[in-house]
């Protein structure tokens, strides 16, 4: 209720012209005595072409992610499982799933330390093999997949961990009646293991559709540069500008208007996913 539900209420600046926060009584104050503009605001950033330029590189990001990491953990948790080894599988885990608890900032230190252009790792070896020195952080057409490596490393093994723990719960004694029946380990995988772990794969699948429009606001903020403004401009920028770019007031009713947008298509997208995977394959959330 505190953290969640009452600073919605704040969603009113969508509707207000910017209103002054940093003046009168109260913060509070500021958002009531502001004038309503209607859906002027929203007008407003529709019409921008930095907004429409930040929504299509968040979309595109986000489907990235879905598209190419979103299935790994689920082939990675099946790779696990199929270890014989419990010593080595209870380690590869604990390494896997260690990256997640690094906030951004140590991962991005991380990966500078690992991709500069000077002074990183990969860059050393490739001037040793008689290469050209390659800019891997400041490079507007590589950032993209500079995002797409950091938050694999991150993520993937953290993700893991739900798909083992659903393939952990199956009844072993399908696989073993599969395997009676002469079922090779791969149909045993196709047929047994994907159809048992596939409501928990409908569910995360739902839940990662709707964070389609955040696109790794943190991540972007931490490996991001004006050289690659092009490709890393997402919609959290572009709202944490609106709020604190110096050479500007703060557009407190402008980037209210650009999270309640977010909020609904996300809303939009959970609701519509959910009815698809309920109506077509009969998995969904509720």
Same mark, same amino acid.
């Given at each position: 209720?505190?953290?969640?539900?009452?600073?919605?209420?704040?969603l009113i600046?969508?509707?207000?012209?910017?209103?002054?926060?940093?003046?009168?009584?109260?913060?509070?104050?500021?958002?009531?005595?502001?004038?309503w503009a209607?859906?002027?605001?929203?007008?407003?950033?529709?019409?921008?072409?930095?907004?429409?330029?930040? =929504?299509?590189?968040?979309?595109?990001?986000?489907?990235?992610?879905?598209?190419?990491?979103?299935?790994?953990?689920?082939?990675?948790?099946?790779?696990?499982?199929?270890?014989?080894?419990?010593? =080595?599988?209870?380690?590869?885990?604990?390494?896997?799933?260690?990256?997640?608890?690094?906030? &951004?900032?140590?991962?991005?230190?991380?990966?500078?330390?690992?991709?500069?252009?000077?002074?990183?790792?990969?860059?050393? =070896?490739?001037?040793?093999?008689?290469?050209e020195r390659?800019?891997?952080?400041?490079?507007?057409?590589?950032?993209?997949?500079?995002?797409?490596?950091?938050?694999?490393?991150?993520?993937?093994? &953290?993700?893991?961990? $739900?798909?083992?723990?659903?393939?952990?719960?199956?009844?072993?004694?399908?696989?073993?009646?599969?395997? #009676?029946?002469?079922?090779?380990?791969?149909?045993? #995988?196709?047929?047994? $293991? !994907?159809?048992?772990? !596939?409501?928990?794969?409908?569910?995360?699948?739902?839940?990662?559709?709707?964070?389609?429009?955040?696109?790794?606001?943190?991540?972007?903020?931490?490996?991001?540069?004006?050289?690659?403004?092009?490709?890393?401009?997402? =919609?959290?920028?572009?709202?944490?500008?609106?709020?604190?770019?110096?050479?500007?007031?703060?557009?407190?009713?402008?980037?209210?208007?650009?999270?309640?947008?977010?909020?609904?298509?996300?809303?939009?997208?959970?609701?519509?996913?959910?009815? #698809?995977?309920?109506?077509?394959?009969?998995?969904?959330?509720?």
């Amino acid at each position: 209720m505190v953290f969640s539900y009452l600073p919605m209420l704040g969603l009113i600046m969508a509707f207000k012209e910017n209103p002054n926060l940093l003046g009168g009584s109260s913060a509070i104050g500021g958002i009531l005595e502001a004038a309503w503009a209607g859906l002027g605001n929203f007008r407003t950033i529709f019409s921008n072409p930095k907004f429409l330029s930040a =929504l299509a590189n968040t979309l595109i990001i986000s489907f990235l992610k879905i598209v190419i990491i979103f299935p790994i953990p689920i082939m990675l948790a099946i790779l696990i499982s199929e270890m014989r080894s419990r010593p =080595l599988k209870r380690s590869l885990q604990v390494v896997m799933y260690i990256p997640y608890f690094l906030s &951004w900032a140590t991962i991005a230190g991380i990966f500078v330390s690992i991709l500069a252009t000077e002074t990183g790792v990969v860059n050393n =070896l490739l001037a040793a093999l008689g290469h050209e020195r390659f800019q891997f952080l400041n490079n507007n057409e590589f950032f993209r997949s500079l995002l797409l490596l950091s938050s694999s490393w991150k993520d993937i093994g &953290w993700s893991a961990v $739900t798909y083992i723990a659903a393939i952990t719960a199956l009844d072993p004694a399908l696989n073993e009646a599969a395997r #009676i029946d002469g079922a090779t380990k791969w149909q045993q #995988i196709r047929y047994v $293991t !994907l159809p048992g772990i !596939l409501p928990t794969v409908a569910s995360m699948f739902i839940l990662r559709v709707g964070y389609i429009m955040d696109a790794g606001f943190e991540q972007v903020f931490v490996f991001y540069s004006p050289f690659v403004e092009g490709k890393g401009n997402i =919609l959290g920028m572009y709202t944490w500008r609106l709020i604190n770019d110096s050479g500007l007031v703060p557009q407190y009713a402008l980037s209210t208007a650009v999270g309640f947008f977010n909020s609904v298509v996300a809303l939009i997208l959970v609701v519509s996913m959910n009815f #698809i995977l309920k109506r077509f394959f009969n998995k969904s959330i509720w």
